[in-house]
């Protein structure tokens, strides 16, 4: 009986088949234009159909000096960002879900309110802030920002509200301490919820364009979105239609190697916070 239950109806199947390739096509298009060469998309842009197909596009990026430069900064103001994500996140949520302070719950929503404010509100303030800090064009003004993560701890203080408590109780009887409880017991129950949100944050900062573009003044500090759109300029985005294209497959591999290794977690803490 169970049998039957999970198979998928046969018009089910057909919906998700031509949403799959509502939502593969625009990826292919891309993919194919990106390794045709700019003067036979001049041309006729449905010579992406035909062969041949060249890897010029791909060559141009990476002869372009500043290109592995630009791929270094993302990489190192994503992977920076994620880690304080997680380490901020997952402290703030141990202490709103497990311990017991004055104004716990005031905190929490004055946190919660963050969710409501939008970047552009608050550019300027920061803008100047870090300009007085001498911020600008540094890693750790472009990571600071990112810090900042409202929906981080909420999404990690529901999942260790989720935790019974009755480990707490167990493993104070056994003799550990706060920190012992927090880092041995309770943070590797978290893995999941920690996958997800890296994930979600990597890919945040990964993106990121708008602050970027304001901190970043100097080319050896562009990160990849930036450096990419400042390259393409009109040229690009006229007759060279498949070097832009290519620019937009180079930039979206990591980010399709990031969810490929960590889709599994991902999985799994959705399917947790569903049964929660």
């Known amino acids: 009986m169970s049998r039957g239950r999970d198979r998928i109806s046969p018009v089910a199947l057909v ?3 031509i949403g799959a390739a509502i939502m593969v096509a625009p990826l292919v298009w891309t993919l194919l234009l990106s390794l045709k060469s700019n003067s036979e998309l001049m041309r006729d842009s449905a010579a992406a159909f035909s062969p041949p ?3 010029e596009n791909y060559h141009a990026i990476l002869a372009a000096s ?3 430069r630009w791929l270094l900064n993302s990489l190192i103001v994503s992977l920076g960002t994620t880690a304080g994500v997680l380490i901020l996140c ?3 949520g141990y202490g709103f879900a497990r311990l017991q302070f004055p104004f716990r719950r005031t905190l929490l929503a004055l946190v919660l309110i963050g969710l409501a404010i939008p970047e552009q509100a608050v550019i300027l ?3 100047q802030l870090f300009a007085q800090l001498g911020l600008h064009n540094s890693y ?3 990571m ?3 810090l900042v993560a409202p929906f981080g701890v909420f999404f990690m203080t529901q999942y260790f509200r989720a935790i019974p408590v009755e480990l707490d109780e167990a493993a104070m009887l056994d ?3 706060r920190f012992t409880l927090f880092w041995k017991v309770l943070l590797p129950l978290t893995l999941p919820a920690q996958a997800t949100l890296g994930v979600f944050t990597f890919l945040g900062s990964w993106n990121d364009y708008w602050w970027p573009l304001i901190s970043a003044t100097t080319s050896d500090r562009f990160t990849l979105t930036v450096g990419l759109a400042s390259s393409q300029m009109n040229y690009a985005q006229t007759s060279g239609l498949g070097f832009l294209m290519a620019q937009a497959v180079f930039a979206s591999i990591p980010i399709l190697v990031v969810y490929v290794l960590f889709q599994k977690q991902i999985v799994r803490a959705m399917a947790g916070a569903a049964v929660r």
Request: a positive charge.
């Open 53 to 55: 197909y060249t890897l």
């Open 66 to 68: 500043l290109v592995p």
């Open 175 to 177: 003799g550990a301490s």
């Open 140 to 142: 750790p003004g472009l």
């Open 144 to 146: 600071l920002p990112g």
């Open 90 to 92: 997952s402290l703030a």
């Open 15 to 17: 919906g998700l088949l």
């Open 125 to 127: 303030p920061r803008h």
